[in-house]
Each structure stands twice: as structure tokens, then as C-alpha cells.
């Protein structure tokens, strides 16, 4: 091929219109080469400006001083070396050449130390992310130093592993990259893990908010009353409707009752009772009523565990601390949703 029928013509930006650029444009004093033999003119100042790196190769001293200025950049297609050199002047990649060419960019920008393109190129990767492209994507993520990307990658494969397995790039990733085989399993493997904790806090703090809810509907139902259950100075309520106020109340009713009739209670056979004793217990550790609390045997706990030192302790401390936070927590949520709900004008 000649060399003028290998040359390509940049159509540079208008100088007016570009901060690198300032009245005519000189020139083209360096020729960028591809693997296929494009020839492509440009200015070394603009290559300069915008890359560091091409930058150092310009610098560096040549053999004959009027030799031409040749920069080669291997390894990816001609059309993908003309889109990254429209992008050295004029910080912009359409998307047509983002969506054939943005991995092949995303290795330039990497090589080239070009953030603002990486950026670009790894946001567009991210949006075209597909069970098809996800391997070949990962392995240049992983490197090219794209944390974000490689992270969408990985959760993506963790996702859809089925699939993936049965695609040419795993089934390329196994027979080359068996180490990049195992860190995706063992991310996969950490993925479970953490899916794990997950469910385990999220039924931890279900338990602790219930329980944080039946500290309330016990001091609702030994201060205020509630259907047939109150406090003995107080006349049973003659409302009989099942309590609105708490979806425990009914429970927590019928478990008093039983305890209060309850003949195993003080041997400490009777499941239920035991039920009673630790809600009791609980109580008084959170309570701060000190003498004016309603819930019986509130005080008579509350000297007893001032009096003995017990290895369980520091569990029950732990608990406290837990509900406690649970109910805080409750209120912080409930105050958050009424200030977001639309107010009523009645004007």
C-alpha cells in the first residue's frame, strides 16, 4: 500500500472552539501508526497537552533530528486509534465509536494515562454490560485498574452464573486464566457470605424491634389498660374489641393471664412463664421509671441485678443495648415517613 493512500485525515476541531487550540493550525509535525498501517497525521504539542505519557515518547532524543516523528499504538483496530486520536483534541467520543470501540479505548486511556476518557469509557462499558461481554469486560477491568467496573462485572457474573458459564469467553477464561477462574469464585463464594449476614442482621433487628414493641405494649397494658388486662387499681376496661394499638397486645394479654394463674410458675416448668420472666426482666433493664413504673416486679428485678453479679450479665447488657437501638432506630424511621408525607391543605 502507498503511504498516501494509508494516510488518514483527523478532521480537527475548530481552534476557536477548543482550549488546546489558539489561531491556524500548523502542520501535522507526527504521525501516529497502526498495527493495520494507518497513518495518522497530528500535532506532537496537542499530543502533549493531553496525555503525559505521549509526552515522554515525544520527548525522547531521535537517532536522526529530521526523521519524522513516528508514534505507534498497536494491538487495537485503525478506526479505534482514529477515535482516540479525535479524542486527544477534542475531549469528546460519540457514541457510535464508544459502543464499537470502548474497550480497545478503555485499554488506550489506561496506557496512555488519560482519566477523563476512562471515565467515559468505563461508564459506557457499565451501561452495555451483558451476559455476552461481561468476561472479556472483566479481564480488561481487572487490567486496567477499574475498581467500578470490575465490581459490576463481578456482581453481574455472581448474578447470572448459569448463564455465563455457558459462554465461549468462560469457557476461553477457564483453559488461559485459571486464577482469574478462582477469584471469581471466591467472590462468589464472599458474595453468599455477606447475603448471609445480611438476612441474619435483618431477622436480628426484626426480633429486636418486635421485642422493642412488647417493652411498649407491656407498660401500654400495665399503665393504661387494655380490653380485660389493666392494673389492679384501675377498673377492667368494659371495650372488648381486640387493641388497635399494638399487633402483640392480645398475645402479651394472654400470657399475663396465664402467668398470673399459672401453678408450674414457681418451680420454673412452665415455657410460658419463663417467656413472662424474661420480658419482665427486660423491662426493667430499659425502664427509667425507677418508682413510678406500673409494670410489676419492675423495681424488685432491677435491685435484685444491682445485688448479684451474673455471668449472663453482659448478654443482657448486649441486649438492651440492641433493642434499645431497635426502638431508636423505629422512632428515627416513623419520623422520617411523616415529615415526607404530603400535608393536608385544607385551605
Known sequence: MKEDQANVVVSYPDSGHHP???GEMPPPDVRIISSDGLRIPAHASILASASPVLENILDRPRKHRRSEKI???LGVPGDAVSAFVQFLYSS?????????????????????FMPQLKQKCIKS????????NVVDVLQLARLCDAPDLYLKCMKLVTGHFKSVEKTEAWK????HDPWLELEILQFMDEEELRRKRSRRHREEQRLYLE???????????????????GPYDMEPSSKREPCGKYATCHGIQLLIRHFATCKRRANGGCSRCNRMWQLLKLHSCICDQLDHCKVPLCRQFKLKMQLEKKGDDAKWRLLVRKVVSAKAMSSLNQEQKEKRRPQRNDG
Open 20 to 22: 488546546r487550540l489558539s
Open 71 to 73: 508514534i505507534p499504538i
Open 92 to 112: 469528546r467520543c460519540g457514541e457510535g465509536e464508544m459502543e464499537k470501540y470502548g474497550i480497545h479505548l478503555l485499554a488506550l486511556s489506561h496506557v496512555f
Open 125 to 132: 462499558l457499565i451501561e452495555r454490560l451483558s451476559i455476552e
Open 172 to 175: 476461553f477464561l477457564q483453559k
Open 211 to 229: 421485642l422493642s414493641e412488647a417493652m411498649e405494649c407491656l407498660e401500654h397494658i400495665c399503665t393504661e389498660g387494655c380490653t380485660g388486662v
